[in-house]
């Protein structure tokens, strides 16, 4: 065996092999350390810019201001030179066309959810499944679309035959919209965490003589309520981070109001109309963007890791 | 015995009831989403079905050999021959305000076509030749019914004498409708008529190209490291909180993220689909990541046993075993990231593939539009001719996402295989 010529080839072979595996192993930790510098990334070019826009104005201006009119003066004898960037009207705009997306779609999403996980025949389930998909599927700027094409009018005739006076732009318009476009996130996050909830449970409480529904709602829902109270903070956090149903359907001017018939402005709104068109990157009204930009980070991501931490706890309980 | 049971018949009844209503709350939430979808998808594709036909009207050009000078085909003016046309056909026009209306019939880019007949063709010169034209948008929405013809006169498109001229064109037949080839086939224009999605087709095909390239071979190498390699520690746990973090990020941050290092710092092309799949590539590696874990996560560990058994090493184990055979799982994943990416408007609007653009781009490095964007500017235009571009752009669209998902469907089907 000792002297059988291949023990050389292997040796020589092995050492081009190990050097090799090194550079094949590196590359895979840079791509793994990719996802890492992405999010390092987005810190630290929106901390960056929004530093400066921070050196312009205050942050007490900024997140206590009532008033949003990102004006930068061209001449210092303008009229109204001085723009004010009150952030308080947008973020109010932001959660109200989100609170009014989540009215719609939280007992849509859990109800459809509840039916599909208990009540629905295999057969149905594989019909109405897809179907939810494609409405997840369906990019957002079609919601937009049909939110400002379809729905607004509808608000508005409504409104106006009931002699309300409704804006062309409403929040209600661009909540329905929304709302409709998060039901299949809730109804698909929501469908797994009812499927993850112990058979024994559910035989337990039939077992006390109780009807399907008395064993939904006293017994599966209260033990499911961690999942599903962490798909409803992610389908929060995918409203408030939601861009063009807002842009195309709710207005640009930020009225500081609650009425849902009244027209309102998101964060996300504002930093499209910010940098779509000239930017210059010294300027208050460029840089406002990512100040709003950073914002919006740090809320949806809270809500994220909140989101993901319950729903995680509540899967090692059961598992 | 008997009286207890009489007891709780009622209150049974009430459950029973109350079990129905339960039963029917989940019915009628579902049936509200698919009737909203229905009534959504319906209305779009109502609406965009008009775009794919085109009105053309037949006028008589006489090729005036005065008009054209047979050395400089090319430099003749064709919009006056078309005008003298138009008001040979309508000899009683003669107030200038009547002529301008007369003159917007068709569309500005009949002079071309005619440029176009003529260079090919000089003969024609001197002759007479009865050509079909694009007309204008106006009389375009006219034949297809969707402008008021009746009512305060004012108030309407087309005046009473225009709508005569209309039906006299109508009554011999020099009105009819075809195809609408140039909506396939051409870039955008102001003039709605004329307006195309080839241009934004094929900068979203750019874009999802760049995007795949990039964020398929990252993003399953992560995964494999991920799920191969990676030890259970702080470091490795931080990746993967980083991962499903990142993949819940609004998609504007990744716009903003794209504007402020690829443009502003690295200085490339504004409104390229270079930038713009760069940014979709970083938006969609969650996705691909999470995927491809999965996919490795359902070969067995007997192929690796194996594998490592007969002296293989980890790498090669990984690469000619493991790999392969969650390659399948692993495309699925990539093609549903990509058809997501392909409905993504917001942070191709931070980086400028916003602007108008009529050429068809050629590279990605060339300014261009994405489908979605398209959609977006064009949903932004007071034509009413406009209204329904959008919609036949939005139906290409998920024309599009549906075929993608198709190919991602039949993959699974075929490939997916049971351990």
């Given at each position: 065996?000792?002297?059988?010529?291949?023990?050389?080839?292997?040796?020589?072979?092995?050492?081009?092999?190990?050097?090799?595996?090194?550079?094949?192993?590196?590359?895979?930790?840079?791509?793994?350390?990719?996802a890492?510098?992405?999010?390092?990334?987005i810190v630290?070019?929106?901390?960056?810019?929004a530093?400066?826009f921070?050196?312009?104005?205050?942050?007490?201006?900024?997140?206590?201001g009532?008033?949003?009119?990102p004006?930068?003066?061209?001449?210092?004898?303008?009229v109204?030179?001085?723009?004010?960037f009150?952030?308080?009207?947008?973020?109010?705009?932001t959660?109200?066309?989100?609170?009014?997306?989540?009215?719609?779609a939280?007992?849509?999403?859990?109800?459809?959810?509840?039916?599909?996980?208990?009540?629905?025949?295999?057969?149905a389930?594989?019909?109405?499944?897809?179907?939810?998909?494609?409405?997840?599927?369906?990019?957002?700027?079609?919601y937009?679309?049909?939110?400002?094409?379809?729905?607004?009018?509808?608000?508005?005739?409504?409104?106006?035959?009931?002699?309300?006076e409704?804006?062309?732009?409403?929040?209600?318009?661009?909540?329905?919209?929304?709302?409709?476009?998060?039901?299949?996130?809730i109804?698909?996050?929501?469908?797994d965490?009812?499927?993850?909830?112990?058979?024994?449970?559910?035989?337990?409480?039939?077992g006390?003589g109780?009807?399907?529904?008395?064993?939904?709602r006293?017994?599966?829902?209260?033990?499911?309520?961690?999942?599903?109270?962490g798909?409803?903070?992610?389908?929060?956090?995918?409203?408030?981070?939601?861009?063009?149903?807002v842009?195309?359907?709710?207005?640009?001017?930020?009225n500081?109001?609650?009425?849902?018939?009244?027209?309102?402005?998101?964060?996300?709104v504002?930093?499209?109309?910010?940098?779509?068109?000239?930017?210059?990157?010294d300027?208050?009204?460029t840089?406002?963007?990512f100040?709003?930009?950073?914002?919006?980070?740090c809320?949806?991501?809270?809500?994220?890791?909140?989101?993901q931490?319950?729903v995680?706890?509540?899967?090692?309980?059961?598992? | 015995?008997?009286n207890?049971?009489t007891?709780i018949t009622?209150?049974?009844?009430?459950?029973?009831?109350?079990?129905?209503?339960f039963?029917w709350?989940?019915?009628?939430?579902?049936?509200?989403?698919v009737?909203?979808?229905?009534?959504?998808?319906?209305?779009?594709?109502?609406?965009?079905?008009?775009?794919?036909?085109?009105?053309?009207?037949?006028?008589?050009?006489?090729l005036?050999?005065?008009?054209?000078d047979?050395?400089?085909?090319?430099?003749?003016?064709?919009?006056?021959?078309?005008?003298t046309?138009l008001?040979?056909?309508?000899?009683?026009?003669?107030?200038?305000?009547?002529?301008?209306?007369?003159?917007?019939l068709?569309?500005?880019?009949?002079?071309?076509?005619?440029?176009?007949?003529?260079?090919?063709?000089?003969?024609?010169?001197?002759?007479?030749?009865r050509?079909?034209?694009?007309?204008?948008?106006?009389?375009?929405?006219?034949?297809?019914?969707?402008l008021?013809?009746?009512?305060?006169e004012?108030?309407?498109?087309?005046?009473?004498?225009?709508?005569?001229?209309?039906?006299?064109?109508k009554?011999?037949?020099?009105?009819?409708s075809?195809?609408?080839?140039?909506?396939?086939?051409t870039?955008?224009?102001r003039?709605?008529?004329?307006?195309?999605?080839?241009?934004?087709?094929?900068?979203?095909?750019?874009?999802?190209?760049?995007?795949f390239?990039?964020?398929?071979?990252?993003?399953?190498?992560?995964?494999?490291?991920?799920?191969?390699?990676?030890?259970?520690?702080?470091w490795?746990?931080?990746?993967?909180?980083?991962?499903?973090?990142?993949?819940?990020?609004?998609?504007?941050?990744?716009?903003?993220?794209g504007?402020?290092?690829?443009?502003?710092?690295?200085?490339?092309?504004?409104?390229?689909?270079l930038?713009?799949?760069?940014v979709?590539?970083?938006?969609?590696?969650?996705?691909?990541?999470?995927?491809?874990?999965?996919?490795?996560?359902?070969?067995?560990?007997?192929?690796?046993?194996?594998?490592?058994?007969?002296?293989a090493?980890?790498?090669?184990?990984?690469?000619h075993?493991?790999?392969?055979?969650?390659?399948?799982g692993?495309?699925?994943?990539?093609?549903?990231?990509?058809?997501?990416?392909?409905?993504e408007?917001?942070?191709?609007l931070m980086?400028?593939?916003?602007?108008f653009?009529?050429?068809?781009?050629?590279?990605?490095?060339?300014?261009?539009?994405?489908l979605?964007?398209?959609?977006?500017?064009?949903?932004d235009s007071?034509?009413r001719?406009?209204?329904?571009?959008?919609?036949?752009a939005?139906?290409?669209?998920?024309?599009?996402?549906?075929?993608?998902?198709?190919?991602a469907?039949?993959?699974?089907?075929?490939?997916?295989?049971?351990?």
């Open positions: 065996m000792g002297n059988l010529p291949t023990a050389p080839f292997v040796s020589s072979n092995k050492t081009r092999r190990r050097l090799g595996e090194f550079v094949v192993y590196v590359l895979l930790i840079t791509s793994a350390l990719v890492v510098a992405v999010t390092i990334g630290f070019s929106l901390a960056f810019e530093y400066h921070f050196q312009l104005i205050s942050w007490q201006d900024f997140l206590f009532t008033k949003w009119s004006q930068t003066a061209i001449r210092s004898d303008q109204g030179a001085e723009g004010s009150g952030v308080l009207p947008l973020v109010v705009g959660l109200l066309i989100s609170a009014i997306a989540m009215a719609i939280t007992p849509l999403g859990l109800a459809s959810a509840i039916y599909l996980a208990e009540y629905a025949t295999p057969r389930r594989s019909i109405i499944k897809p179907m939810l998909e494609i409405l997840a599927g369906i990019p957002t700027v079609v937009g679309f049909f939110a400002a094409l379809m729905i607004a009018p509808f608000i508005r005739m409504t409104g106006s035959s009931i002699g309300l409704v804006a062309s732009e409403s929040a209600l318009a661009a909540g329905i919209a929304m709302g409709i476009m998060i039901v299949p996130l109804s698909s996050l929501s469908d965490v009812i499927n993850s909830v112990p058979q024994s449970l559910r035989d337990a409480s039939y006390l109780a009807t399907q529904a008395e064993t939904i006293k017994v599966i829902l209260p033990a499911a309520l961690p999942g599903i109270s798909s409803l903070l992610l389908a929060t956090s995918t409203a408030i981070g939601e861009t063009m149903i842009v195309m359907a709710a207005g640009m001017a930020a500081l109001s609650v009425n849902p018939l009244d027209a309102v402005t998101t964060v996300t504002q930093i499209v109309s910010l940098l779509t068109g000239d930017q210059e990157f300027s208050a009204k840089l406002s963007a100040a709003l930009g950073i914002m919006l980070f809320v949806t991501l809270v809500l994220n890791v909140i989101a931490k319950i995680k706890h509540f899967r090692e309980q059961y598992d | 015995m008997t207890s049971f007891d009622p209150s049974l009844r009430r459950r029973h009831a109350r079990e129905t209503r039963k709350m989940g019915k009628i939430a579902i049936i509200i989403a009737s909203f979808l229905l009534v959504m998808v319906g209305s779009i594709a109502w609406l965009g079905s008009g775009a794919l036909k085109q009105t053309r009207v037949q006028l008589n050009v006489h005036d050999a005065a008009q054209i047979a050395a400089a085909v090319a430099d003749a003016n064709y919009g006056k021959l078309i005008k046309a008001l040979d056909r309508f000899p009683e026009v003669t107030k200038r305000r009547d002529k301008k209306s007369l003159y917007g068709v569309s500005y880019d009949a002079a071309y076509a005619l440029h176009d007949r003529v260079v090919a063709e000089p003969g024609l010169i001197g002759q007479d030749l050509m079909w034209f694009v007309a204008s948008d106006d009389l375009d929405m006219l034949i297809k019914g969707n008021e013809t009746t009512g305060d004012n108030r309407r498109r087309f005046s009473d004498k225009q709508l005569g001229w209309i039906n006299s064109l009554e011999e037949g020099a009105i009819k075809v195809f609408n080839v140039a909506f396939f086939t870039g955008d224009s003039e709605p008529e004329l307006a195309g999605v080839l241009g934004a087709f094929v900068g979203t095909a750019f874009t999802l190209l760049v995007c390239c990039l964020s398929f071979p990252i993003g399953i190498m992560a995964a494999i490291y991920l799920e191969e390699f990676a030890k259970k520690n702080r490795n746990d931080l990746i993967e909180v980083n991962i499903n973090n990142l993949a819940a990020v609004p998609s504007i941050v990744f716009g903003l993220l504007l402020a290092v690829f443009l502003n710092v690295f200085g490339l092309p504004r409104s390229s689909p930038v713009g799949g760069m979709l590539a970083l938006m969609t590696l969650p996705t691909i990541i999470i995927a491809a874990r999965a996919a490795l996560r359902a070969v067995p560990p007997s192929i690796r046993e194996a594998a490592l058994g007969i002296g090493t980890q790498i090669q184990t990984v690469f075993h493991v790999a392969p055979l969650a390659l399948p692993m495309l699925t994943g990539a093609i549903v990231g990509m058809a997501r990416a392909l409905g408007t917001a942070p191709l980086i400028g593939m916003v602007a653009i009529v050429d068809i781009p050629g590279s990605v490095v060339q300014p261009a539009t994405a979605p964007v398209q959609i977006f500017l064009w949903a007071p034509e001719a406009f209204l329904e571009k959008t919609s036949a939005i139906i290409v669209l998920i024309v599009f996402l549906i075929l993608m998902n198709l190919v469907i039949l993959l699974r089907n075929k490939y997916s295989q049971r351990f």
